[in-house]
């Protein structure tokens, strides 16, 4: 099955890197309400804090697969925007001329980087149908 397939590879790449990922609330203002901060800690490395949006509620402290594959949705939002702030803004819903914008927007971009240099790249196994949809891999780790 292709679906556990998916959620194989997520929980795998957390077990191999020993990390922790801990949801915590954002600061509502750049994001509203659907604002998460997630907490990606590992032994012998410096925890990281990335905002994400999270609109469904996905963000459960029990569900380390489903937050690493949000995690992932916010790279491909970051890399899409090849650095440019006002086009991550405006794809994340969010006011480019924020100041509060605009340090989210670097705080993700360091963390992004740090993340990437320590662990490598998070395996992309949810498309961005399927989170639409809410089918497939998306469905299956939604249900874990």
């Not at 609330?25 to 905002?51: C, E, H, K, M």
């Not at 992932?72 to 006002?86: I, K, N, P």
Request: hydrophobic share 45%; net charge negative; charged share 20%.
């Amino acid at each position: 099955m292709p679906d556990a397939a998916a959620i194989t590879r997520l929980k795998t790449f957390i077990s191999e890197h020993a990390l922790t990922i801990t949801p915590a609330p954002a600061n509502p203002d750049p994001g509203g309400p659907d604002a998460v901060i997630l907490i990606i800690s590992a032994p012998r490395q410096t925890a990281l804090r990335i905002t994400v949006r999270d609109e469904y509620g996905d963000a459960r402290p029990d569900n380390p697969a489903l937050c690493l594959a949000l995690l992932d949705m916010q790279f491909r939002e970051l890399s899409d925007a090849s650095g440019e702030m006002a086009r991550w803004a405006i794809a994340e819903g969010l006011d480019p001329a924020a100041a509060r914008t605009r340090a989210d927007f670097e705080q993700n971009e360091a963390a992004r980087a740090a993340f990437l240099a320590a662990y490598g790249p998070i395996p992309d196994v949810v498309s961005d149908l399927d989170w639409q949809l809410n089918a497939g891999a998306a469905q299956a780790l939604r249900a874990l």
